[in-house]
């Protein structure tokens, strides 16, 4: 059974920092690009961050470019999100995802999903 479980989110205030997590388990991992994708209610889900698990090839849209570093431990088959310099706008449901196409912020190309987690940043 192919599971994504995220972890880490909460309530962080402006300029402070979070560090997601995404667990992944019942797929070849290095086969895909494992992206977080952040959703506020009512609107479009939203890629952010990339990465390829072939290669370490991470990739970044403008909106967390500078702020937030995607990462990977393949031992623990887990891919991390590290949030800097929040801002309220970051406020927003995480979600983890696998692909097995090369990075892009179109949520449609993604096979698996987490069930997201929940971040806060209050002002």
Known sequence: EVQLVESGGGLAQAGGSLRL???ASGFTFGDYVIAWFRQVRGSAREGIAGISRSDGTTYYED??????????????NTVYLQMGSLKPEDTSVYYCAAGSTDWTPYPEEYQY???GTQVTVSS
């Open 113 to 115: 999903w987490g069930l």
């Open 21 to 23: 997590s995404c667990a």
């Open 63 to 76: 909106s967390v470019k500078g702020r937030f570093t995607i990462s990977s431990d393949n031992a623990k």
